[in-house]
T-cell receptor
Framework: NAGVTQTPKFQVLKTGQSMTLQCAQD?????MSWYRQDPGMGLRLIHY???????DQGEVPNGYNVSRSTTEDFPLRLLSAAPSQTSVYFC??????????????FGQGTRLTVV | GIQVEQSPPDLILQEGANSTLRCNFS?????LQWFHQNPWGQLINLFY???GTKQNGRLSATTVATERYSLLYISSSQTTDSGVYFC????????????FGTGTRLQVTL
């Protein structure tokens, strides 16, 4: 049981490049989400998904796209990287119980630098 | 959305000391978690505690949902307890957004 797996762990991009951060979970959780963490701050929600085929924006969605074609996978796409997207990205998943999220589990994070 | 305030922002302890970290919420929450972010950046789940008290070894947590706060107790601290402690909560009005505080940075010295 691997939990939440993120790849890659580290990435350096040039401004304007695109890339996809991968996230997979093997716990059959309905909810998945992406957060970013900037120095001295807590985590801020980028996008989330309540199930396959359903996604929605969080508080800092600009510059990022997501899709959820399967329960297991929730990739995050940067279409044209900018230095402001330098951050540590975390993917999380949680089970639904009576329509509400329960405990969230996080991946190990992806440290992204945009130069 | 809810606001989450954590205190203190920084804490330095000698090994063996006890400490209490506090988390206040601006609105009622139905989902509350405590995490430890270790020096390698990993987020470790400590407690899922929407209400009541839980204990796990030297750590325990109490959430008083009606008064919108939660406490994390660390007893007999060790150097491996160093890192940043986050609390995060979600209220009844939002289905999926877990809101984080800005954390308490703990340093345990010998």
């Amino acid at each position: 049981n691997a939990g939440v797996t993120q790849t890659p762990k580290f990435q350096v991009l040039k401004t304007g490049q695109s890339m996809t951060l991968q996230c997979a979970q093997d716990m059959n959780h309905e909810y998945m989400s992406w957060y970013r963490q900037d120095p001295g701050m807590g985590l801020r929600l980028i996008h989330y998904s309540v199930g396959a085929g359903i996604t929605d924006q969080g508080e800092v969605p600009n510059g990022y796209n997501v899709s959820r074609s399967t329960t297991e996978d929730f990739p995050l796409r940067l279409l044209s990287a900018a230095p402001s997207q330098t951050s540590v990205y975390f993917c999380a998943s949680s089970r639904t119980y009576r329509g509400m999220n329960t405990e969230a589990f996080f991946g190990q994070g992806t440290r992204l630098t945009v130069v | 959305g809810i606001q989450v305030e954590q205190s203190p922002p920084d804490l330095i302890l000698q090994e063996g000391a006890n400490s209490t970290l506090r988390c206040n919420f601006s609105d009622s929450v139905n989902n509350l978690q405590w995490f430890h972010q270790n020096p390698w950046g990993q987020l470790i789940n400590l407690f899922y505690i929407p209400s009541g008290t839980k204990q796990n070894g030297r750590l325990s947590a109490t959430t008083v949902a009606t008064e919108r706060y939660s406490l994390l107790y660390i007893s007999s601290s060790q150097t491996t307890d160093s890192g940043v402690y986050f609390c995060a909560g979600k209220n009844t009005g939002t289905a999926s957004k877990l809101t984080f505080g800005t954390g308490t940075r703990l340093q345990v010295t010998l």
